[in-house]
Protein backbone atom coordinates (compact mmCIF):
# COMPACT_ATOMS: atom_id res chain seq x y z
CA UNK A 1 0.00 0.00 0.00
CA UNK A 2 1.74 3.35 -0.96
CA UNK A 3 1.54 6.33 0.97
CA UNK A 4 0.19 9.34 -1.45
CA UNK A 5 1.41 12.86 -1.02
CA UNK A 6 -1.19 15.55 -0.12
CA UNK A 7 -0.58 19.09 -0.13
CA UNK A 8 -3.03 21.21 1.30
CA UNK A 9 -3.00 24.69 0.42
CA UNK A 10 -2.92 27.55 3.08
CA UNK A 11 -3.70 31.40 2.61
CA UNK A 12 -4.58 34.22 5.22
CA UNK A 13 -7.59 34.10 6.70
CA UNK A 14 -7.90 30.69 5.86
CA UNK A 15 -11.25 28.88 7.50
CA UNK A 16 -10.08 26.81 10.37
CA UNK A 17 -13.34 23.76 9.70
CA UNK A 18 -12.48 23.33 6.14
CA UNK A 19 -8.44 23.39 6.60
CA UNK A 20 -9.23 20.76 9.28
CA UNK A 21 -10.98 18.49 7.55
CA UNK A 22 -8.69 17.11 5.20
CA UNK A 23 -6.00 17.51 7.97
CA UNK A 24 -7.83 15.33 9.89
CA UNK A 25 -8.94 12.77 7.45
CA UNK A 26 -6.08 12.73 5.33
CA UNK A 27 -4.26 12.21 8.90
CA UNK A 28 -2.71 8.67 10.68
CA UNK A 29 -4.52 9.40 13.56
CA UNK A 30 -8.25 8.57 12.96
CA UNK A 31 -6.64 5.99 10.20
CA UNK A 32 -4.79 4.23 12.69
CA UNK A 33 -2.04 3.41 9.63
CA UNK A 34 0.16 6.27 7.47
CA UNK A 35 -1.84 6.08 3.80
CA UNK A 36 -1.03 10.04 3.21
CA UNK A 37 2.16 11.92 3.82
CA UNK A 38 0.59 15.78 4.32
CA UNK A 39 2.33 18.97 3.98
CA UNK A 40 0.53 22.18 4.58
CA UNK A 41 1.85 25.10 1.65
CA UNK A 42 1.60 28.25 2.33
CA UNK A 43 2.66 30.83 -0.15
CA UNK A 44 5.63 31.96 2.39
CA UNK A 45 6.41 29.39 4.46
CA UNK A 46 5.44 30.11 8.37
CA UNK A 47 2.97 30.94 10.44
CA UNK A 48 -0.39 31.84 8.70
CA UNK A 49 -3.54 33.27 10.99
CA UNK A 50 -7.02 31.81 10.03
CA UNK A 51 -10.46 34.53 9.99
CA UNK A 52 -11.05 33.47 13.37
CA UNK A 53 -7.98 34.15 15.24
CA UNK A 54 -6.34 30.68 14.81
CA UNK A 55 -2.43 30.13 13.19
CA UNK A 56 -1.04 27.13 12.24
CA UNK A 57 2.70 26.35 10.78
CA UNK A 58 2.92 25.87 6.93
CA UNK A 59 5.87 23.55 6.48
CA UNK A 60 6.22 24.48 2.92
CA UNK A 61 6.02 26.64 -0.11
CA UNK A 62 3.71 26.35 -3.22
CA UNK A 63 6.42 24.85 -5.55
CA UNK A 64 6.13 21.59 -3.13
CA UNK A 65 2.54 21.89 -5.08
CA UNK A 66 3.53 19.72 -8.23
CA UNK A 67 5.43 17.09 -6.38
CA UNK A 68 1.74 16.10 -4.87
CA UNK A 69 -0.22 13.46 -5.77
CA UNK A 70 -3.27 15.19 -4.77
CA UNK A 71 -3.62 18.65 -3.75
CA UNK A 72 -6.39 20.22 -1.97
CA UNK A 73 -7.16 24.09 -2.05
CA UNK A 74 -10.25 23.68 0.98
CA UNK A 75 -11.04 27.27 1.60
CA UNK A 76 -11.32 30.70 -0.66
CA UNK A 77 -11.38 33.89 1.88
CA UNK A 78 -13.12 36.57 -1.07
CA UNK A 79 -14.49 34.83 -3.98
CA UNK A 80 -13.63 38.14 -6.18
CA UNK A 81 -10.09 38.39 -5.23
CA UNK A 82 -7.83 36.36 -7.76
CA UNK A 83 -5.04 34.22 -5.99
CA UNK A 84 -2.02 34.97 -6.51
CA UNK A 85 0.06 34.08 -10.11
CA UNK A 86 2.79 31.55 -8.02
CA UNK A 87 -0.88 29.77 -6.57
CA UNK A 88 -2.50 29.56 -9.98
CA UNK A 89 0.80 28.44 -11.78
CA UNK A 90 1.44 25.83 -9.36
CA UNK A 91 -1.82 23.50 -9.40
CA UNK A 92 -1.69 24.24 -13.47
CA UNK A 93 1.62 22.39 -13.28
CA UNK A 94 0.54 19.66 -10.82
CA UNK A 95 -2.34 19.49 -13.14
CA UNK A 96 -0.27 18.67 -15.81
CA UNK A 97 1.99 16.42 -13.59
CA UNK A 98 -1.25 14.05 -13.00
CA UNK A 99 -2.14 15.01 -9.67
CA UNK A 100 -5.89 15.05 -8.22
CA UNK A 101 -6.71 19.24 -7.44
CA UNK A 102 -9.90 19.21 -5.30
CA UNK A 103 -11.59 22.18 -4.36
CA UNK A 104 -13.75 22.25 -0.44
CA UNK A 105 -16.97 24.75 -0.94
CA UNK A 106 -15.06 28.09 -1.60
CA UNK A 107 -11.93 26.67 -2.77
CA UNK A 108 -13.41 25.81 -6.10
CA UNK A 109 -12.96 29.41 -7.17
CA UNK A 110 -9.37 28.89 -6.79
CA UNK A 111 -9.77 26.12 -9.40
CA UNK A 112 -12.00 28.41 -11.28
CA UNK A 113 -9.08 31.24 -11.13
CA UNK A 114 -6.48 28.66 -12.55
CA UNK A 115 -8.77 28.00 -15.65
CA UNK A 116 -8.80 24.20 -14.32
CA UNK A 117 -12.43 24.36 -14.46
CA UNK A 118 -13.43 25.39 -18.08
CA UNK A 119 -15.17 22.92 -19.58
CA UNK A 120 -16.05 20.83 -16.97
CA UNK A 121 -18.79 20.09 -14.31
CA UNK A 122 -18.06 21.51 -10.91
CA UNK A 123 -19.38 22.23 -7.27
CA UNK A 124 -19.21 24.78 -4.73
CA UNK A 125 -21.54 26.57 -1.92
CA UNK A 126 -24.75 26.96 -3.32
CA UNK A 127 -25.26 30.57 -1.84
CA UNK A 128 -22.59 31.62 -4.05
CA UNK A 129 -24.18 29.91 -7.68
CA UNK A 130 -24.34 33.33 -8.66
CA UNK A 131 -21.43 34.65 -7.99
CA UNK A 132 -19.50 31.41 -9.28
CA UNK A 133 -21.68 31.40 -12.83
CA UNK A 134 -20.55 35.06 -13.34
CA UNK A 135 -16.87 34.46 -13.07
CA UNK A 136 -16.54 31.23 -14.59
CA UNK A 137 -19.59 30.59 -16.97
CA UNK A 138 -17.58 28.11 -19.18
CA UNK A 139 -17.60 25.61 -15.97
CA UNK A 140 -20.49 23.86 -15.65
CA UNK A 141 -21.61 24.29 -12.09
CA UNK A 142 -24.02 21.75 -10.63
CA UNK A 143 -25.57 23.08 -7.71
CA UNK A 144 -27.65 19.96 -6.58
CA UNK A 145 -24.16 17.92 -6.20
CA UNK A 146 -22.53 17.28 -2.65
CA UNK A 147 -19.44 16.73 -4.99
CA UNK A 148 -18.51 16.07 -8.56
CA UNK A 149 -15.34 14.96 -10.48
CA UNK A 150 -14.70 15.30 -13.84
CA UNK A 151 -11.00 14.33 -15.51
CA UNK A 152 -9.12 14.65 -12.56
CA UNK A 153 -10.67 17.76 -10.69
CA UNK A 154 -12.87 17.14 -7.93
CA UNK A 155 -14.85 20.06 -6.13
CA UNK A 156 -17.33 19.68 -3.38
CA UNK A 157 -20.24 21.94 -1.61
CA UNK A 158 -19.89 23.89 1.32
CA UNK A 159 -18.90 22.51 4.77
CA UNK A 160 -20.49 19.18 5.66
CA UNK A 161 -20.10 17.89 1.57
CA UNK A 162 -16.33 18.21 2.68
CA UNK A 163 -15.93 15.16 4.89
CA UNK A 164 -18.12 12.86 2.02
CA UNK A 165 -15.78 14.30 -0.61
CA UNK A 166 -12.38 13.56 1.40
CA UNK A 167 -13.83 9.97 2.54
CA UNK A 168 -14.97 9.65 -1.75
CA UNK A 169 -11.46 10.24 -2.12
CA UNK A 170 -10.25 7.36 0.32
CA UNK A 171 -12.45 5.08 -0.76
CA UNK A 172 -11.21 5.50 -4.21
CA UNK A 173 -7.36 4.82 -3.09
CA UNK A 174 -7.83 2.55 -0.75
CA UNK A 175 -11.25 1.14 -0.75
CA UNK A 176 -14.65 1.47 1.01
CA UNK A 177 -13.26 -0.94 4.29
CA UNK A 178 -10.65 1.73 5.39
CA UNK A 179 -13.24 4.87 4.29
CA UNK A 180 -15.94 3.10 6.66
CA UNK A 181 -13.45 2.52 9.20
CA UNK A 182 -12.36 6.55 9.37
CA UNK A 183 -16.18 7.11 8.83
CA UNK A 184 -17.06 5.38 11.77
CA UNK A 185 -14.28 6.87 13.80
CA UNK A 186 -15.46 10.39 12.87
CA UNK A 187 -19.10 9.64 13.76
CA UNK A 188 -19.83 11.11 10.21
CA UNK A 189 -22.07 8.75 7.13
CA UNK A 190 -19.79 6.33 5.62
CA UNK A 191 -20.96 7.13 1.88
CA UNK A 192 -23.23 9.84 0.73
CA UNK A 193 -23.36 9.76 -2.70
CA UNK A 194 -21.91 12.94 -4.91
CA UNK A 195 -24.82 13.49 -6.65
CA UNK A 196 -27.27 14.06 -3.77
CA UNK A 197 -28.80 17.32 -3.40
CA UNK A 198 -27.30 19.73 -1.41
CA UNK A 199 -30.70 21.32 -0.09
CA UNK A 200 -31.49 17.58 2.02
CA UNK A 201 -32.69 18.61 5.88
CA UNK A 202 -30.11 16.39 7.55
CA UNK A 203 -27.62 14.53 6.80
CA UNK A 204 -27.73 10.79 6.22
CA UNK A 205 -26.97 9.55 9.58
CA UNK A 206 -26.71 6.22 11.24
CA UNK A 207 -28.96 7.44 13.65
CA UNK A 208 -31.71 10.13 13.42
CA UNK A 209 -34.24 12.18 15.42
CA UNK A 210 -36.73 10.09 14.36
CA UNK A 211 -37.13 6.75 16.91
CA UNK A 212 -39.41 5.10 14.23
CA UNK A 213 -37.05 5.11 11.86
CA UNK A 214 -34.14 4.07 13.85
CA UNK A 215 -36.24 0.89 14.90
CA UNK A 216 -36.94 0.55 11.17
CA UNK A 217 -33.07 1.08 10.00
CA UNK A 218 -31.73 -1.46 12.33
CA UNK A 219 -34.31 -3.79 10.81
CA UNK A 220 -32.82 -3.09 7.24
CA UNK A 221 -29.42 -3.67 8.34
CA UNK A 222 -29.72 -6.99 10.20
CA UNK A 223 -32.26 -8.09 7.26
CA UNK A 224 -31.03 -6.24 3.93
CA UNK A 225 -30.91 -9.69 2.27
CA UNK A 226 -34.83 -9.70 2.28
CA UNK A 227 -37.34 -8.22 -0.26
CA UNK A 228 -39.21 -5.42 0.56
CA UNK A 229 -42.13 -3.63 0.07
CA UNK A 230 -43.49 -0.20 0.79
CA UNK A 231 -47.07 -1.40 2.73
CA UNK A 232 -45.01 -3.94 4.69
CA UNK A 233 -42.53 -1.68 5.99
CA UNK A 234 -45.26 1.10 7.30
CA UNK A 235 -47.34 -1.56 9.09
CA UNK A 236 -44.04 -2.64 11.06
CA UNK A 237 -43.10 1.02 12.42
CA UNK A 238 -47.27 1.55 12.86
CA UNK A 239 -47.43 4.36 10.21
CA UNK A 240 -49.28 5.10 6.67
CA UNK A 241 -47.67 4.40 3.36
CA UNK A 242 -47.81 8.26 2.84
CA UNK A 243 -46.42 8.81 6.65
CA UNK A 244 -43.58 6.11 6.49
CA UNK A 245 -42.62 8.27 3.38
CA UNK A 246 -42.17 11.51 4.36
CA UNK A 247 -40.92 10.60 7.51
CA UNK A 248 -37.65 8.57 6.29
CA UNK A 249 -37.32 11.52 3.49
CA UNK A 250 -36.99 14.00 6.37
CA UNK A 251 -34.86 11.69 8.78
CA UNK A 252 -32.08 10.36 6.18
CA UNK A 253 -32.76 12.57 3.00
CA UNK A 254 -33.08 9.56 0.41
CA UNK A 255 -36.30 7.72 -0.47
CA UNK A 256 -36.48 3.98 1.13
CA UNK A 257 -36.15 2.58 -1.96
CA UNK A 258 -32.86 4.32 -2.19
CA UNK A 259 -31.68 4.10 1.31
CA UNK A 260 -31.50 0.29 0.57
CA UNK A 261 -29.78 0.12 -2.42
CA UNK A 262 -27.74 2.61 -1.09
CA UNK A 263 -27.01 0.15 1.82
CA UNK A 264 -27.01 -3.04 -0.31
CA UNK A 265 -24.33 -1.46 -2.47
CA UNK A 266 -22.55 -0.39 0.67
CA UNK A 267 -22.46 -3.97 1.88
CA UNK A 268 -21.27 -5.37 -1.48
CA UNK A 269 -18.22 -3.32 -1.77
CA UNK A 270 -17.22 -4.65 1.49
CA UNK A 271 -17.71 -8.10 0.08
CA UNK A 272 -16.22 -7.91 -3.07
CA UNK A 273 -12.86 -6.05 -1.16
CA UNK A 274 -13.05 -8.77 1.64
CA UNK A 275 -13.95 -12.01 0.59
CA UNK A 276 -13.82 -13.96 -2.97
CA UNK A 277 -17.54 -14.86 -2.90
CA UNK A 278 -18.55 -15.22 -6.48
CA UNK A 279 -20.70 -11.99 -7.93
CA UNK A 280 -23.87 -14.26 -7.85
CA UNK A 281 -23.45 -15.53 -4.36
CA UNK A 282 -23.06 -11.45 -3.40
CA UNK A 283 -25.72 -9.96 -5.34
CA UNK A 284 -28.35 -12.89 -3.15
CA UNK A 285 -26.52 -12.31 0.02
CA UNK A 286 -27.18 -8.53 0.00
CA UNK A 287 -30.92 -9.03 -1.68
CA UNK A 288 -30.75 -7.91 -5.58
CA UNK A 289 -32.88 -10.19 -7.18
CA UNK A 290 -30.58 -11.46 -9.88
CA UNK A 291 -26.40 -11.36 -10.55
CA UNK A 292 -27.77 -8.71 -13.27
CA UNK A 293 -29.46 -6.59 -11.20
CA UNK A 294 -26.89 -6.09 -9.32
CA UNK A 295 -24.33 -5.88 -11.58
CA UNK A 296 -26.93 -3.06 -13.40
CA UNK A 297 -27.00 -1.10 -10.21
CA UNK A 298 -23.27 -1.32 -9.11
CA UNK A 299 -22.42 -0.17 -12.50
CA UNK A 300 -24.73 2.93 -12.50
CA UNK A 301 -23.60 3.74 -9.01
CA UNK A 302 -19.63 3.38 -9.32
CA UNK A 303 -18.83 3.64 -12.89
CA UNK A 304 -17.41 0.53 -12.72
CA UNK A 305 -18.58 -3.43 -12.73
CA UNK A 306 -18.63 -5.71 -9.58
CA UNK A 307 -15.46 -7.38 -10.81
CA UNK A 308 -13.31 -4.56 -11.64
CA UNK A 309 -13.56 -2.88 -8.55
CA UNK A 310 -12.92 -6.54 -6.39
CA UNK A 311 -10.04 -6.19 -9.36
CA UNK A 312 -8.56 -3.17 -7.92
CA UNK A 313 -8.85 -3.08 -5.00
CA UNK A 314 -8.64 -6.87 -2.74
CA UNK A 315 -4.78 -6.55 -3.62
CA UNK A 316 -5.09 -3.11 -1.04
CA UNK A 317 -7.23 -4.91 0.93
CA UNK A 318 -4.35 -7.69 0.88
CA UNK A 319 -6.55 -10.58 -1.15
CA UNK A 320 -4.81 -12.35 -3.98
Not at 20 to 44: N, Q, T, Y
Not at 60 to 79: R, T, Y
Not at 137 to 156: C, F, G, K, R, W
Not at 239 to 265: C, D, P, Y
Request: proline letters at 5%; hydrophobic letters at 40%.
Amino acid sequence: MSVLNVAIVVTPHFSPFHLSVPSILFGDRISGKKLFDIKMCAEIPGVVVSDSGFSLVADAGFDALPLADIIVVPFWHSVYERPSAILLDSLNSAYHNGAKIVGLCLGAFVLGYAGLLSGKRAATHWEYEKDFQKLFPDASLDINTLYVEDQNILTSAGTAAALDCCLYIIRQHFGSLIANQIARRMIVPPHREGGQAQFIEHPVPQDTADVRINTLLDYLRRNINQPYDIEQLAQFVSMSRRTLTRHFIKATGQTVANWITTERLRRSQILLETSNLPIEQIADHIGFQSAVTFRQQFKSHFNTSPSEWRKTFQGINGLS
